[in-house]
């Protein structure tokens, strides 16, 4: 991840990061130019999915199944062992 100086616009370098929530957080940088010497705090959030997770499909799947009862569930089994 590359974070530019809002001041002179060259490399920033990420000093700490502060975690607030699972998709907030805020970056304390500083600016690579000598002269130039800025810190700051950037803030990095979560913004929105592109691609679902596989994981989040699966572990759907996973619950739906163990919600069922015993006579769906082995209905189910049946039918998989079909394809």
Do not use: W
Not at 25 to 50: I, K, R
């Amino acid at each position: 991840m590359r974070v530019l100086c809002p001041e002179c616009g060259q490399k920033s370098r990420i000093q700490k990061s502060n975690r607030i929530t699972n998709s907030h957080a805020d970056l304390y940088c500083s600016c690579s130019d000598p002269e130039c010497g800025h810190t700051f705090v950037m803030n990095l959030s979560y913004s929105h999915t592109l691609s679902p997770s596989a994981k989040a499909a699966n572990q759907l799947v996973c619950n739906l199944i163990k919600s069922l009862p015993p006579e769906s569930r082995a209905s189910l089994q049946q039918e998989l062992s079909l394809i």
